[in-house]
């Protein structure tokens, strides 16, 4: 099969506009695409499709997919690169189908952008479908013609580590456990001589004293896992580490605060933040950044049982801050309390965790952008750009003294792991319980809770877990990269 891109006509008269390969093939075919195309009836829309069988004996099947407006760059009003999207989309929908017709092989236009072109087909054909026994027909796409091969290279990783993420979320919670995770991690990174991985028990986890993620891990059958990630991709290794840090709870029942029944299987996904976390440290790795990332993510289940954090009991985090756990659903925050401790270690140019944190972040902002809560305008800045790029969108949320005193205004304890008004700006007293875990002058916390799963709202994903976002972190990365190459 092959996808060929179109862009609408500026003008009323409907002829279509073709890019550069989409001319080439018409050359190759006589002009019969141009002219079946305008038979067809009005001008493509923007992701809409027109399948064309018999034009070319390498080709039986001709998808023509519409790509919108010819140069549609940065869209300030969207914060993202409108081409960019465009493609993305465009690609995915012709992909698809190619799928559909049930042909193994799709070259794909590069539209003017290969990496672009090979993120919406990588990203747009992935689908979970391990423990289904009828899968869909396994499409494998590759790039028409030679010109652009190594920005499409650039996309297939970007778009695989994506997928790795979504791979892991979507997992159900037995198959993904703590330490399965940790493997799964291990075996990727296993191939690169520069990366050091350390899975470490219970028993470590206890001689770092972090007494808050051990409180939440309690309640399980199965043991806490803290996973340790070294990349080294500096040629000074010494270097001050990126150090990305992910909350991995791979099930949360709530706990003793039990949540509702129904859609608590999502909760299998609650682990989000170490899977993009990791992802973006394979991808890293794939694409050799030269730049060390150090990415540490606690692993448990949330789990309700005799041993389980009960409301009100209080705990010491590895700073020896105590925390009243006011709502034991409130988990997340604190594993990532004794995490943060933990990255402050290793000197870093910047931390960075995500977290599918908080309810209140989906209602604020649903799936349209990750949140961010950061402490430096220069962090700030650069997740920004990066995440134009991807079309993968972070916000930035305050990170107010008005909010840190409403969970260190505490009875029992230093902070409360709830803020006193409950519900009022959960997502900012979630943030500001964090904050008193840092001392860092470079930290940026992504709440990605909204941007978990994708219904239809991303059109180059499937429904399903989103793996948001990770192109984000590695752009974000790559960028690091070269301001310190600069």
């Not at 409907?14 to 038979?39: C, E, Y």
């Not at 080709?59 to 960019?84: C, D, H, M, T, Y």
């Not at 949320?397 to 902070?415: N, R, S």
Request: hydrophobic letters at 40%; one cysteine or more; a neutral charge.
């Amino acid at each position: 099969g092959l996808v060929l891109g179109v862009y609408s006509s500026e003008k009323d008269d409907g002829a279509a506009q073709f890019t550069s390969a989409g001319d080439a093939f018409d050359r190759l075919v006589s002009g019969k695409l141009r002219a079946l195309l305008s038979l067809c009836g009005p001008p493509l829309k923007k992701g809409k499709t027109r399948v064309f069988h018999g034009l070319h004996q390498d080709f039986p099947s001709v998808v023509v997919v519409g790509l919108g407006k010819k140069n549609a760059g940065i869209n300030e009003q969207e914060n993202w690169n409108e081409g960019k999207e465009n493609i993305r989309t465009a690609v995915a929908v012709g992909c698809r189908q190619i799928q559909d017709l049930e042909i193994p092989f799709v070259e794909v236009d590069p539209c003017g952008d290969a990496q672009a072109a090979a993120e919406g087909a990588v990203l747009g054909l992935h689908e979970y479908n391990e423990l289904k026994q009828k899968k869909k027909p396994v499409v494998t796409p590759q790039l028409h013609g030679s010109a652009e091969s190594e920005a499409w290279q650039k996309g297939v990783i970007y778009a695989e580590g994506q997928n790795l993420a979504r791979y892991l979320m979507e997992a159900p919670a037995n198959y993904i456990t703590p330490i399965k995770f940790a493997e799964h991690i291990e075996q990727k990174l296993r191939s690169f001589s520069n990366v050091k991985v350390h899975i470490r028990p219970e028993s470590w986890i206890t001689t770092q004293e972090m007494g808050a993620f051990l409180s939440v891990a309690k309640g399980s059958a199965e043991p806490p896992i803290f996973l340790e990630i070294h990349y080294l991709g500096d040629a000074n290794t010494n270097d001050s580490p990126l150090v990305f840090v992910g909350k991995g709870v791979t099930f949360d029942s709530g706990g003793i605060s039990l949540k509702p029944s129904s859609g608590m299987d999502a909760m299998r996904a609650d682990m989000g933040g170490a899977a993009t976390i990791c992802s973006a440290i394979v991808t890293a790795a794939a694409l050799n950044l030269p730049l060390n990332i150090v990415g540490l993510a606690p692993l448990c289940e949330n789990m309700p049982s005799g041993k389980a954090n009960k409301p009100g009991d209080v705990v010491r985090a590895k700073n020896g801050k105590t925390i009243q756990v006011d709502n034991t659903d409130a988990e997340g925050r604190l594993l990532l309390a004794d995490a943060l401790c933990y990255a402050h270690n290793f000197n870093a140019r910047a931390i960075v965790n995500a977290a599918t944190l908080t309810g209140a972040m989906d209602v604020a902002l649903g799936s349209a952008a990750t949140g961010v809560f950061t402490n430096s305008s220069w962090l700030w800045t650069h997740l920004y750009e990066a995440s134009v790029l991807t079309g993968d969108r972070v916000w930035r949320m305050p990170l107010f003294e008005h909010y840190t005193k409403q969970v260190t205004d505490c009875p029992l304890a230093d902070v409360s792991n709830i803020g006193k008004y409950s519900r009022a700006g959960g997502a900012c007293t979630a943030a500001a319980f964090l904050k008193e875990f840092v001392t860092a002058s470079h930290w940026a916390h992504l709440d990605i809770a909204g941007v978990m799963s994708n219904k239809d709202e991303v059109p180059y994903l499937r429904k399903g877990m989103a793996g948001r976002p990770t192109r984000t972190l590695v752009e974000f990365a790559a960028r690091l990269s070269q301001d310190s190459h600069n």
